[in-house]
């Protein structure tokens, strides 16, 4: 009986002490600068915002080759990643638009939204020491009149090191580029 408890605390301890510790990741929004007064009373809701099927999971999916990726089960995103991408998003466009009415699609705006902003990633790739490939196809249609304007975010950001703190801050300047994109569409539709 006293062998059997032993034997059991000891597989319990080495059980324990061989898994590496997990790590989560985010993506951030553009540093804001100091708080500035409003300049637009625009609205805009940010969704939804697809990501391919491949990247739809919380463990940060890594490129080896063309054909090859790699799940890591110890680094992975602290939320789903389509909810990540539309939050910076949203973050982004309030600094850019000078607005505060920016919110995420599910959430309602008071008196309605004066345009909607929908993206489909199609490629979100992650090689951490190599490169951050995003590419997305985004829509913003203004809720007045329904005219809208298309485009294409293409980016690929080199990564200095092969830390995942890199990654997470080059796919974060990847979707800075993708807010810019939209808000020069929300300004072209609003003049």
């Not at 408890?5 to 993506?27: E, I, K, N």
């Not at 939804?48 to 790699?70: E, H």
């Not at 092969?162 to 990847?174: C, F």
């Amino acid at each position: 009986m006293r062998r059997t408890r032993l034997a059991l605390a000891l597989l319990f301890v080495a059980g324990c002490g061989s898994s590496p510790a997990s790590h989560f990741y985010t993506l951030s929004a553009l540093p804001t600068p100091a708080p500035a007064a409003t300049s637009s009373d625009v609205s805009v809701a940010v969704g939804p915002v697809s990501v391919p099927i491949t990247v739809d999971r919380p463990q940060i999916v890594v490129t080896l080759n063309p054909n090859l990726v790699w799940l890591d089960e110890f680094n992975r995103w602290a939320s789903p990643l389509s909810y990540n991408i539309a939050r910076v998003v949203a973050e982004n466009l309030v600094g850019m638009l000078g607005t505060p009415r920016v919110a995420l699609s599910p959430r309602t705006l008071n008196g309605g939204v004066d345009y909607r902003a929908a993206v489909e990633v199609q490629r979100f790739e992650s090689a951490p020491g190599e490169a951050a490939t995003f590419d997305a196809v985004w829509t913003v249609s203004r809720d007045a009149d329904g005219r809208s304007r298309t485009g294409r975010t293409t980016v690929r950001e080199t990564i200095p090191d092969k830390s995942y703190d890199a990654l997470a801050a080059a796919h974060s300047r990847a979707v800075a580029r993708l807010s810019r994109d939209i808000a020069d569409a929300v300004h072209a539709l609003h003049q």
